[in-house]
């Protein structure tokens, strides 16, 4: 009978899960979910229980480990949820102990971007390298790191929290209370965040684009506006990063200032830990070459000028966090994927 390894990624805006028969490198089964507006923790658990269920009821064998990344701090050593910056009711939550009596395996919890800078390494971008900085750019920021093959948690489980690291006093407000965070300044809310602002300010002169008439073939002055109908509000980040290929000049300006300010966070991160690779994930790095090129050249500029560190987009994509979950089911039963 195979030996099954469930992976579960709780994230912020989605949650995936994944099921691998041990010793294969290709998903048996797989499915993710958008997460609902205003989900709480009953929630998200309810709605990976019941893919986690789902997937193993497709797939014939005995689930043997689960491996789980979750979108906040963790500790590790006890499978305890700590909090969620973003899901309300994750606080001191016993994961670990709870997955292991719903689903009957035993189950290792991290945080997601240790869990993905470990898939990285594992199976991804990052193989073949001793060390490794990994950071997802997306709703929010988060890093994790690997050093001699092993996440680097730090004294109380909070490396790799990039970002948090200060990049403008007095700045935006984050999540976790403070002001001018990297998350608060370049993560994809913060791209939005911005470009609303701006647009609020009358820099696009909203009032006027609202007004104008949108018949066959005439093309607005903002692209931006045009893809959200003049709803300000429902503005992301993908919104923004289409505009600027289509040529909004606000939308470019916005993406260049948190490339920028990214590009400084990882200088500042490659300057102190002097990793051989920078593996970027999330959505945000799909927002094109200009950007890509922005941050680089900012993080040489900001590291210094001897450092050898290479900046590479993710291999695994989105599903960096369940390979590294798998790599964390493999601790757990001892037996290493083929890759």
Excluded at 246 to 271: C, F, N, P, R, W
Aim: net charge negative.
């Amino acid at each position: 009978m195979n030996d099954l390894l469930l992976a579960l990624d709780y994230g912020g805006t989605k949650h995936t899960a994944a099921v691998l028969k041990a010793g294969e490198h290709a998903w048996a089964a797989h499915a993710r979910v958008l997460s609902s507006p205003g989900a709480d923790a009953a929630y998200d658990q309810a709605t990976m229980l019941r893919m986690a269920r789902g997937l193993l009821a497709q797939v014939p064998g005995r689930l043997a480990a689960i491996g789980v990344s979750f979108g906040g701090p963790v500790d590790t050593d006890h499978g305890l949820v700590r909090l969620s910056h973003h899901v309300p009711g994750w606080a001191e939550i016993p994961l670990a102990e709870r997955l292991q009596a719903e689903l009957g395996a035993p189950a290792a919890v991290d945080n997601d971007a240790n869990v993905a800078a470990l898939g990285e390494w594992r199976f991804g971008a990052g193989r073949g390298v001793a060390s490794l900085l990994y950071a997802t750019i997306s709703t929010g920021i988060g890093g994790g790191w690997v050093l001699g093959g092993r996440i680097w948690s730090g004294a109380d489980g909070m490396a790799g929290e990039i970002g948090h690291m200060t990049m403008r006093p007095g700045g935006a407000a984050c999540d976790c209370g403070r002001h001018g965070c990297l998350e608060a300044e370049a993560s994809g809310r913060a791209i939005a965040r911005e470009a609303r602002e701006q647009v609020e300010a009358g820099s696009l002169k909203l009032e006027a684009e609202s007004r104008t008439v949108r018949s066959a073939g005439e093309k607005t002055a903002s692209p931006l506006l045009a893809l959200v109908n003049g709803n300000t509000a429902a503005i992301t980040a993908q919104h923004v990063a289409q505009a600027a290929t289509e040529g909004d000049a606000m939308a470019q300006a916005v993406l260049d200032k948190a490339a920028h300010t990214l590009g400084a966070g990882l200088g500042a991160a490659i300057s102190l830990m002097n990793p051989e690779r920078v593996v970027l994930g999330g959505g945000v790095t799909k927002a094109g070459a200009r950007w890509w090129r922005t941050v680089r050249e900012e993080a040489r500029a900001t590291a210094f000028a001897q450092s050898r560190t290479e900046i590479v987009p993710a291999f695994l994509g989105d599903d960096a966090p369940l390979w590294g979950a798998i790599a964390l089911a493999e601790g757990i039963v001892g037996k290493p994927v083929n890759w």
